[in-house]
């Protein structure tokens, strides 16, 4: 069946330096979302990507999504500690429901 | 507008035991998914529910959970003869009926957190 992996599992970063994910799934996605999930909270809708090559911004959040639309990157310009959270990957290929990645762990040390 | 209620939000059971977990979408939505998130793991789909209706149950586990959306109340997933590997954080999320099928977002519930002693 179809499966989405993220790499890195946990990242460290020193505040105002940068972070980025990567989602990678074995099929062809028809979209992808971007979810953040909080220590202890629920996850939380950051965006959809739909065509190949899209990238989209949201202030110090930048999303991709790969030209074969089986990738996707997120990347934080000057990480803050706001940013703290599981940022989690979400791909479906149409019909399928939405399957997650599991997720990579952001801490920010001020 | 209230966002997805679900509740207990902490429930304990032992095994052996039934837990039944609600979930109230939000206003004006008619599509209901439940996910399973283990520590240090992503959500698991369970099933995609309308009213009525279930939709798609192709990650429910075949024996001992259920799940049901009637017209009128909130959904519930339930589970029987509960084991201890059934402990998780149960996530019910909602969409409106205009999005198409496992397309566009989804409002999680702050889920519901299922302990088996």
């Known amino acids: 069946g179809q499966q989405v992996m993220q790499i890195p599992q946990y990242q460290h970063v020193q505040e105002g330096e940068d972070f980025t994910t990567y989602c990678n799934s074995s099929t062809t996605l028809s979209n992808i979302q971007w979810y953040k999930q909080r220590p202890g909270g629920h996850p939380v809708f950051l965006i959809q990507?739909?065509?190949?090559?899209e990238v989209k911004k949201q202030k110090r959040l930048t999303f991709q999504f790969g030209e074969a639309k089986k990738n996707s990157s997120l990347h934080i310009t000057a990480t803050q500690t706001t940013d703290v959270g599981t940022y989690f990957c979400a791909g479906t290929s149409g019909n399928t429901p939405l399957v997650f990645g599991k997720g990579t762990r952001l801490s920010v040390i001020a | 507008n209230a966002g997805v209620m679900q509740n207990p939000r902490h429930l304990v059971r032992r095994r052996g035991q039934e837990a039944r977990l609600r979930c109230s979408p939000m206003?004006?939505?008619?599509?209901v998914y439940w996910y399973r998130q283990l520590p240090e793991e992503g959500l698991k789909f369970m099933v995609y529910l309308q009213k009525e209706n279930i939709i798609d149950e192709s990650g429910m586990p075949k024996e001992r959970f259920s799940a049901e959306f009637p017209k009128e109340g909130p959904s519930i997933l339930r589970i029987q003869q509960v084991v201890r590997g059934d402990s998780a954080a149960y996530f019910c999320?909602?969409?409106?009926?205009?999005?198409?099928?496992?397309?566009?977002?989804?409002?999680f519930g702050e889920g519901s957190r299922l302990t088996v002693l």
């Open positions: 990507l739909v065509k190949s090559g």
């Open positions: 206003k004006g939505h008619s599509h």
């Open positions: 999320a909602s969409s409106p009926p205009a999005q198409g099928r496992h397309t566009g977002e989804l409002f």
